[in-house]
């Protein structure tokens, strides 16, 4: 065995047991390279205008396609599974539901503070090294990369599904300009006949393995930002008043996730036992309350007072 094969594996087995060490779950370690294969179906999903207006997505096509671009001097792609599934959720009674992921601090403070953890221990273990650090960041290709990394397949409902935990996960990556010995890309496709997810969501946003974004729920309550949300979903957002779970939710892989130890994740005492009465009279104080630091500020006082209000018109819940 080279020395240098030994050198690479070694380089990337640190990084793994740092990763583990700072509360990811899993990681992942991919050769920088252009995805090639993504090219033709970002530029469809984009043409056919499925990124509804999150317009920052036609932006730096090739950035998106390749790390290198993004960040020169590129050679490795870390990719991290950060897990969120929380202990509680709302009861099958509660009059809204807020998305799991949103329920605590925003995750892009609390996963890009791991990351920064971690590239400090990597740097004093490994040596000095060129990086940037994304969570859920537009110019990366997040899924495609955790997939090559091995950490799972892109399931029918678009989530990265890892075949031990399911999909709640937040997903992160470092690109370091360093060589590392690389995983295997996960090959095989765990879906099988299994169509769920498709047949649960509300909206018919999915088809297998794609979705309209400007017709998910996830969409409509978080990133648009029209003061009406469309007469056709009247009657299709069940109880969702920040993103939504169903295709997660329904997933059977997910049966195997476990409840995250991040206490940063823990939502607001009342978060989940508000009554309807206290959702439909949410003052902007309150809302400040209940959502300081919180990835919910997204959407503004003012969008979840719509997203609030709709659901109250339709006589959903509230
Ligand atoms: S998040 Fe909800 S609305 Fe969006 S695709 Fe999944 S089930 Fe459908
Ligand atoms: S619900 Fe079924 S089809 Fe959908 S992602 Fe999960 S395993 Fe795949």
């Not at 993504?38 to 999150?54: D, F, I, R």
């Not at 996963?111 to 740097?123: T, Y």
């Not at 599904?161 to 090959?187: H, T, V």
């Not at 018919?204 to 009406?228: F, G, H, M, V």
Request: charged letters at 30%.
């Amino acid at each position: 065995m080279s020395s240098r094969y030994e050198l690479l594996h070694h380089r990337s087995r640190t990084i793994k047991q740092i990763a583990k060490q700072n509360g990811f779950a899993f990681a992942g370690i991919a050769k920088a390279r252009r995805l090639d294969e993504h090219e033709k179906s970002l530029k469809s999903y984009l043409e056919q205008q499925h990124h509804g207006q999150m317009h920052y997505m036609e932006n730096h096509f090739e950035k998106r396609l390749d790390p290198r671009v993004l960040h020169p001097g590129t050679k490795s792609v870390i990719s991290l599974l950060y897990n969120y599934y929380p202990e509680s959720f709302y009861e099958s009674e509660a009059p809204v539901k807020i998305t799991r992921y949103a329920l605590g601090k925003d995750y892009h403070f609390v996963v890009k503070n791991r990351m920064r953890e971690m590239v400090k221990e990597m740097q004093q273990q490994l040596g000095e090294f060129s990086y940037r650090v994304f969570v859920d960041s537009a110019p990366v290709l997040e899924r495609a990369w955790a997939r090559e990394a091995g950490l799972g397949w892109i399931g029918k409902n678009t989530m990265l599904i890892n075949p031990k935990q399911g999909s709640f996960f937040f997903l992160a990556e470092i690109l370091a300009d360093m060589e590392l010995a690389y995983d295997k890309p996960m090959q095989k496709d765990f879906c099988g006949n299994c169509r769920r997810c498709i047949d649960a969501c509300p909206t018919d946003a999915l088809k297998p393995y794609k979705i309209d974004a400007s017709r998910c729920i996830s969409y409509l309550t978080i990133e648009n930002k029209n003061e009406q949300i469309p007469e056709e979903f009247r009657e299709q957002y069940q109880k969702w008043i920040f993103g939504c779970d169903i295709c997660q939710e329904v997933c059977p892989w997910n049966r195997f996730s476990i409840t995250h130890q991040e206490p940063e994740f823990e939502p607001h005492e009342k978060l989940l036992s508000l009554s309807k009465q206290q959702w439909q009279e949410l003052t902007r104080e309150e809302y400040q309350q209940l959502f300081k630091k919180s990835t919910v500020k997204r959407a503004k006082f003012e969008g979840l007072k719509r997203n609030i209000h709709f659901l109250n018109e339709n006589n959903q819940s509230l």
